[in-house]
C-alpha cells in the first residue's frame, strides 16, 4: 500500500491539482503513506525541500494524526468492525507510531498490538523510500541533460544518514532481545527507561527547532490555494480505502490466523 499511495499522491499533486513545488508534494505525500513527521524529515533531506515546505508539510500531518486518532477508533467501535481489522486500518492510514499505539489502546489489546506492528513494517520503509526518492530526484527531477549524470556520491550526500542509526539499533536490539537470558531484560530497561525518555526530549528539541526557523510568511507562500491540503484530504482518502479493503482481505481471507500469531 505505502508505494501505491506515495506514488499515486505525487501524480495527482503534479498533474491534476499542479502544485508548484515538486519537493513539498513529494514530503507531503511521503509523511502520508509512510510514517509521518520521520518520513517527511527523511524525505525533505532526499529531494531538497525548503524548511518551510517541511514545516508546513509536518503541521497539515500532525492536525489530521490528532483528529484520526480520536474519530477512527470511536467509528470503528460505532459500525462493529472486527478489531483486528480495525487496528490494520489504523497502523497503515494513522500518521505517527505513538499515536497508532494510543488509538489501538482504545480498541483493546489486539487491536493495539496488530495496529503497532503494522505501523513499524511500515517504518522500516522509511530508508527504502528516502533512496527511492533521492534516486528520483538526482536522475530525473533536476537532472540537466547538459551535464553529465549524477554519480551515486550525489545521492549518498542526500541519503539521511538518521535511517542508518535507525536500521543498526533495530538489528542491535532484535538480535539482543532474541539472545535469551538477561537480553530481554536488557532491552526493556533501555527502552522504557533513558530511551524513552530521551526520544521525547529530542521530539521536544527537533519541533521547537522548526518552529524558530519557520518563516510563517513564506508558509503562506506554500500554501497554493490550499492546494497542499487537498493534496493532503485527497490522498489520505484513498489510503483509508485501499487500506481498509488490504486490511480485510490479509487478516480475514488470506490469512485468518495472522492476528493471534501476533499476539502470541
Known sequence: MTPIVLIATYWFGQRVLKIRSPSLNMVISAEMSVCGVSAAVATSAACKAKKEELSLAIGISLTFTVAMMVLMPLFIRAVGMDPVIGGAWMGGTIDATGAVVAAGTFLGEEAET??????????????????????YWTTRVERDRSQPAVGIGEIWRRFPKFILGFVAASLLFSILHASGAAGPKIVDAVVEGSADSLRGWFFCLAFVSIGLDSNFRSLMGNLERGKPLVLYVVGQTLNLGLTLAMSYLMFKVVFPGAAEVLSE
Open 114 to 135: 496488530v495496529a503497532a506492528t503494522i505501523k513499524m513494517i511500515q517504518n522500516i520503509l522509511i530508508g527504502v523510500v528516502a533512496f527511492g526518492v533521492a534516486v
